[in-house]
């Protein structure tokens, strides 16, 4: 089967983060039918293979997609894949496992890792242990999910985190008793006015992203919440502007009476690849042979390249060219399709 007819079977099946398991069944089905074995982790995690001993390359997709590409009512032509403008295409990264099915219908001598919730911050990815690939030696890794022509490869991206910050006030009737209260909007008001956000230097990104105080206009409202995102190719800024967040919070609730519960999670941290590195040699030289142009560029966004080089593996994220993920103009065209399929196939010594 094509890279094509597996991403009209793949496109009608809804894979929502954390709920793929529809994914994982095809994925089971299908190569086990090209003589492939697999185990998973608790989280739904898949690992492929067929030979158990020797050096390998690895290649990674995820199985998820954003809610937007539920229902998918998949359209084409004779140049791109794409919907009816109601939803995403997911080809974000169903275009991705379509073409490496078509790869594995060769049957080379690889490892094919599948990964859970990606598009909700790596979570996926994120539980992955180094004892799930024993006792293989990867060699390289390579995850397929980018924009930008195929033949792009990803030389870095940032670390990120995330800070949920509560601010408790004191409720009171906002019209018989309002200075009995301390409003907690107010405080976490003050405290975001005084953090950081947007573009802080070249490396280093921050925003807040959600902000929730329910109630009615006429209490006092004791409790707002809200959070932030800091990305940084240095740690030691990520972690610096984090802290300022933190800071200005727990600084309006002490001025104002309230209290400030702060909370920081570490989604991932950053990588720099350097031109030395065995994969992205192995990858420049795999575009030289099939006749397709190399270029390599930094991202501000994740990807599970991320975690697996936490793991120690060398991986590099490479473009497959969907246009405008996520989006209900999502769409791939058939022909970038085709050259990833060389790609693979070349990386793999097919």
Same mark, same amino acid.
């Given at each position: 089967?094509?890279?094509f007819?597996?991403?009209?079977?793949?496109?009608?099946?809804?894979?929502?983060s954390?709920?793929?398991?529809?994914?994982?069944?095809y994925?089971?089905?299908?190569?086990?039918?090209?003589?492939?074995?697999?185990?998973?982790?608790?989280y739904?995690?898949?690992?492929?293979?067929?030979?158990?001993?020797?050096?390998?390359?690895?290649?990674?997709?995820h199985?998820?997609?954003?809610?937007r590409?539920l229902?998918?009512?998949?359209?084409?032509?004779d140049?791109?894949?794409f919907?009816?403008?109601h939803?995403?295409?997911?080809a974000?990264?169903?275009?991705?496992?379509?073409?490496?099915?078509?790869v594995a219908?060769?049957?080379?001598d690889?490892?094919?890792?599948?990964?859970?919730?990606e598009?909700l911050?790596?979570?996926?990815?994120?539980?992955?242990?180094?004892?799930?690939f024993?006792?293989?030696?990867i060699?390289?890794a390579?995850?397929?999910?980018?924009?930008?022509?195929?033949?792009?490869?990803?030389?870095?991206?940032?670390g990120?985190?995330r800070?949920?910050?509560?601010?408790?006030g &004191?409720?009171?009737?906002?019209a018989f008793?309002p200075?009995?209260?301390?409003?907690?909007?107010?405080?976490?008001?003050?405290a975001i006015?005084?953090?950081?956000?947007?573009r802080?230097?070249?490396?280093t990104t921050?925003?807040?992203?959600?902000?929730?105080?329910?109630?009615?206009?006429?209490?006092?409202?004791?409790?707002?919440?809200y959070?932030?995102?800091v990305?940084?190719?240095?740690?030691?800024?990520? &972690?610096?502007?984090?802290?300022e967040i933190i800071?200005s919070?727990?600084?309006a609730a002490?001025?104002?009476?309230?209290?400030?519960?702060?909370?920081?999670?570490?989604?991932y941290?950053?990588?720099?690849?350097?031109?030395a590195?065995?994969?992205?040699?192995?990858c420049?030289?795999?575009?030289?042979?099939?006749?397709?142009e190399?270029?390599?560029k930094?991202t501000?966004?994740?990807s599970d390249?991320?975690?697996l080089?936490r793991?120690?593996?060398?991986?590099i994220t490479l473009?497959?060219?969907?246009?405008?993920?996520?989006?209900?103009?999502?769409?791939?065209?058939?022909?970038?399709?085709?050259?990833?399929? &060389?790609?693979?196939?070349?990386?793999l010594?097919?």
């Open positions: 089967m094509d890279s007819e597996h991403f009209r079977n793949l496109a009608a099946i809804p894979s929502p954390w709920k793929e398991d529809g994914i994982s069944s994925l089971i089905r299908v190569l086990g039918e090209y003589g492939y074995s697999f185990r998973d982790d608790e739904g995690n898949l690992l492929f293979w067929r030979y158990p001993t020797g050096e390998k390359i690895m290649i990674t997709c199985m998820d997609t954003v809610e590409a229902d998918v009512h998949l359209l084409e032509d140049d791109y894949f919907t009816d403008g939803t995403a295409l997911g974000d990264d169903k275009a991705a496992i379509a073409t490496l099915l078509a219908e060769k049957k080379p690889a490892l094919f890792l599948f990964t859970r919730a598009e911050g790596l979570q996926g990815s994120s539980k992955l242990k180094k004892e799930f024993e006792p293989f030696k060699r390289a390579y995850t397929l999910d980018a924009a930008g022509k195929v033949g792009t490869c990803i030389i870095s991206a940032p990120k985190n800070i949920e910050i509560t601010i408790t &004191r409720t009171a009737h906002a008793s200075e009995k209260g301390i409003n907690a909007i107010k405080a976490a008001a003050r006015d005084h953090s950081p956000s947007g802080i230097d070249d490396e921050c925003n807040i992203g959600s902000f929730n105080a329910p109630g009615a206009t006429n209490i006092v409202p004791d409790k707002a919440s959070t932030y995102e990305r940084s190719l240095s740690n030691e800024k990520r &972690r610096a502007i984090s802290e800071s919070a727990r600084a002490k001025e104002f009476g309230a209290e400030c519960e702060a909370k920081l999670f570490n989604l941290d950053p990588y720099i690849i350097s031109e590195d065995p994969a992205l040699i192995r420049s030289d795999s575009c030289e042979a099939i006749g397709l190399w270029t390599a930094p501000s966004g994740g390249t991320n975690n080089r793991l120690g593996i060398d991986a473009s497959i060219d969907y246009e405008n993920a996520h989006s209900v103009n999502e769409r791939i065209a058939k022909s970038e399709m085709k050259a990833l399929q &060389r790609l693979i196939e070349a990386l010594g097919i």
